[in-house]
């Protein structure tokens, strides 16, 4: 069963449209290996900027922090999900959160894919040769754009104007959904600042 979800996830990089289809119209994608594919994105990123040689890298390695970039990655990851899931509600899209983040999960895959080899090839290239690793980078993050776009539109089942526009205000609603976070986040440590002061003040007095 393992290894048909990880046949299926490679299969995806090959055939993504009837991937994507199978993944909504026949429940043949797993969560919780899209999940997996996040967190290697993440560790890809954050290998590449702790390990990629001096030629490349122009990153203090250390201030480079493993849970922080793991952290970032899975928050734009889930801040997509939600955004997309709220605009393509109110625009008829056909896919349901499941197959949002499933899908998108494995668009991802090309980034562990190509971003761990590149920091290898980083090791043993000169100034001139840097190209082989840009190459290398730009494959990885432009396939992984391309099949986002593509597993969204056909788990919405939208045309590519519709999915472009649909994208664009998923970025509206992530700036919004962040903004709030945020807000919130303040106001919590207000709260927090404020039970704080109150009980000194009444420890002091008593």
Request: charge should be neutral.
């Amino acid at each position: 069963m393992i290894k048909e979800k990880i046949r299926f996830l490679f299969y995806m990089l090959t055939h993504p449209v009837d991937a994507f289809y199978e993944i909504r119209h026949r429940e043949k994608g797993s969560m919780g290996l899209a999940l997996i594919v996040v967190f290697l994105a993440g560790v890809a990123f954050c290998l590449d900027k702790r390990y990629s040689s001096f030629v490349v890298n122009a990153a203090d390695t250390r201030e480079v922090k493993s849970v922080m970039y793991i952290s970032a990655m899975f928050l734009l990851f889930f801040l997509f999900c939600i955004g997309n899931w709220a605009v393509t509600c109110l625009t008829d899209g056909e896919g349901r959160m499941k197959d949002i983040v499933t899908a998108t999960g494995y668009a991802l895959l090309p980034l562990p894919l190509f971003y761990i080899p590149a920091v290898l090839i980083s090791q043993v290239i000169a100034g001139d040769e840097a190209v082989f690793y840009t190459l290398l980078i730009a494959i990885a993050v432009v396939w992984a754009l391309l099949l986002v776009v593509m597993g969204n539109m056909i788990i919405h089942n939208y045309t590519i104007m519709k999915e472009l526009k649909t994208l664009l205000f998923t970025i509206v609603a992530m700036v919004i959904i962040l903004f709030i976070l945020l807000l919130f986040y303040s106001i919590f440590r207000q709260i927090v600042e404020f039970v704080k002061s109150l009980y000194t003040e009444l420890i002091y007095r008593v």
